[in-house]
């Protein structure tokens, strides 16, 4: 039974939301700096002052339960409102500063990095970027976890819960080996890539699905024909099969200063009118109360954009 006057307190809450994120007793205690005695005997007084289990727990594995993962959300909102409190407090709202986890997929942080922290640094100079680097499904699993503030990935990503901020918008570039007979080419309709082996990303890279969805608006698929000549786990090695003679790929504009002046590579374009590119923006959580910082931070990854190309 609940007990009417009970209140659960910060800790116990942080408790609770950890051991639900790790679905293990001695990860949330080093996450948490605590000892495992302490951080059950924390999850007991939350559950005893409920009146309800959260957690069921066994030797071999953790369970949040029904109850428990319907209070998730609202644990997650308490604490990110305690930080909000936290940082009003401070005289730090509405500014960006202090540590900020900040995701972003393999093809685009390589390339917008290096103007991004250098813009970063100049225009806020107390704040503390943290990059993590992984495909997009990782990253929004961590988003939802707590373990990132914000993640820049290509939109829409159709997951709900977000908040997403469109950015910028990038055309995709054809690179085939140098002597191509399409090297240079400034004019060349969608359906060119019906005469491609294109090379692809392994699954999982949003850059993938994007270069695959382009190829069903002409009918070719590659995923079940010839132009799965090879798929990788990054556009480095993608951009060597090409220069190797393998076949060609599509990459984003700000690739081109990276990854085109490889020997053995040339470029190609579209015509102006097809409609071949990708729009990147950021998410974070609906629950959070820094979207108006977050979103002056996306002001700056867009300028980042624009100094790369």
């Keep these: 039974m609940a007990n009417r006057g009970y209140r659960p307190t910060l800790a116990q809450l942080r408790t609770f939301v950890t051991i639900a994120e790790t679905k293990h007793f001695g990860t949330a205690a080093a996450k948490l700096a605590i000892s495992q005695p302490s951080l059950s005997q924390a999850l007991v007084a939350l559950e005893t002052g409920l009146g309800v289990q959260l957690i069921e727990r066994s030797t071999?594995?953790?369970?949040?339960?029904?109850?428990?993962?319907?209070?998730?959300?609202?644990?997650?909102?308490?604490?990110?409102?305690a930080d909000k409190f936290l940082s009003h407090a401070q005289g730090a709202e509405g500014s960006l500063a202090g540590p900020l986890t900040v995701g972003m997929i393999p093809t685009v942080a390589p390339y917008i990095l290096p103007q991004f922290l250098r813009l970063m640094s100049s225009d806020f100079g107390e704040l503390e970027p943290r990059i993590v680097e992984a495909q997009t499904e990782q990253l929004i699993s961590q988003l939802r976890d707590g373990h990132l503030d914000v993640i820049l990935i290509a939109l829409p990503s159709g997951k709900q819960g977000l908040i997403e901020v469109p950015l910028y918008t990038e055309k995709f570039v054809i690179a085939v080996p140098a002597d191509h007979p399409l090297a240079g080419?400034?004019?060349?309709?969608?359906?060119?890539?019906?005469?491609?082996?294109?090379?692809?990303?392994?699954?999982?890279?949003?850059?993938?699905?994007?270069?695959?969805?382009?190829?069903?608006?002409?009918?070719?698929?590659?995923?079940?024909?010839?132009?799965a000549v090879a798929q990788a786990s990054s556009l480095a090695t993608v951009m060597q099969c090409v220069a190797g003679g393998l076949g060609a790929t599509l990459i984003p504009e700000s690739a081109l200063e990276w990854e085109s002046h490889r020997p053995g590579i040339a470029t190609a374009t579209f015509a102006a009118d097809v409609q071949a590119h990708r729009t990147i923006g950021l998410a974070f959580r609906s629950s959070t109360h820094r979207a108006e910082e977050f979103k002056e931070f996306g002001k700056v990854v867009a300028k980042a954009f624009a100094a790369a190309i």
């Design 60 to 81: 071999r594995r953790v369970i949040v339960t029904p109850i428990g993962e319907t209070l998730l959300p609202e644990a997650k909102a308490t604490l990110d409102a």
């Design 185 to 227: 080419r400034t004019d060349l309709p969608l359906s060119v890539l019906q005469d491609l082996n294109l090379l692809l990303l392994d699954d999982g890279h949003c850059l993938r699905d994007q270069v695959v969805d382009l190829c069903r608006m002409v009918a070719v698929h590659p995923t079940t024909t010839r132009s």
